[in-house]
């Protein structure tokens, strides 16, 4: 079934929800508040669809965190279609716009590959890079409990040597979550850390090495030569890991995230993006903006901070979690109802 006819049933209450869908709903609920909020009041203020209310579509596009070239985009294709068929009424509009957004986020997202790489033999390792504060170390706390439960055999790094209470804090979790981690004292080398972590995953036959890394350095060159230094080393000991690069953004900071996420992938070749904290922020329209501009999948969700509140990213779920309830009349259902596999 096409994602806008299932906004749609859930409008009309014709679906029933997964416990899967309601935990992306719970989170989503601020970042659908205030995006439905911002739509219906735009909806509100405009009797026409005039030039006015493209702007306006796009400040309020721009503000939920979508990004600009999406804005942008989306306007532009709308204007198209408003000459097109000539509308004039701003809620045959409201329909079309998430039929948009759904649209752009599919396409962008064809043949994407979200789910986490793993070794072909021997451990898989997966580093994990990204600022101070973003939730590094809880999500491999989270990840760390979940190839647990699975059964699998799990090793952390404490590769956050730098900053005071960052080992201890991932000491903790393995506790936690009942995992081993190997750990050096505070700021020593994260290099021969991580080099006796690699060493001891494949010597021990461990199936999974996460490693955390500092955020920060004394600036953003040493940090990312680090960062260089530790791929090196892993890779000298199995060649073909680090199987994944998890750049973690924390999607309370909006804007912010995505600068940072152009900053590493410019000098790290991140392979995927974690994205923290939805569940307490009203802007998880950062989520499209970076599939859409940085052309990285998402590939885990945070949505708490507790051991079970991390998610596969599951786009389509994920995007009728922020429209859900938003379509109010239909006048573009015929559409709508084509373009349905
Ligand atoms: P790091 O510096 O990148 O390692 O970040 P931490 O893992 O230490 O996390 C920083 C703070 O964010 C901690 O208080 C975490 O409990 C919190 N945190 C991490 N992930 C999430 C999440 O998905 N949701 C919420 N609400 N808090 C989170
Ligand atoms: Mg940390």
Redesign the pocket.
Known sequence: MGIFSRIKQAFTGEEPESSEQEKYDKGLEKSRKTFGQRLNSLFANFRTVDEDFFEELEETLIEADVGFETAMTISRELQEEVKLRNVSDPDAVSAAIIEKLVDLYESEGENEDNSIAQAESGPTVILFV?V????????IGKLAHRYHEEGKKVLLAAG?TFRAG?IE?LAEWGRRVDVEVVRGPEKSDPASVIFDAVKRAKEEDYDVLLV?TA?RLQNKVNLMSELDKIKRIISREIPDAPHEVLL?LDATTGQNALIQAKQFKETTDVSGIVL?????TARGGIVLAIRNEMHLPVKLA????QMD?LRDFNAEDFVYGLFKGLVREQPAKEEAETTEE
């Open positions: 990204g101070n504060g973003v939730g590094k170390t809880t999500t956050d960052a804090q955390d955020g973690v923290t904290k939805l569940d307490g945070g949505l708490g901070e509140d």
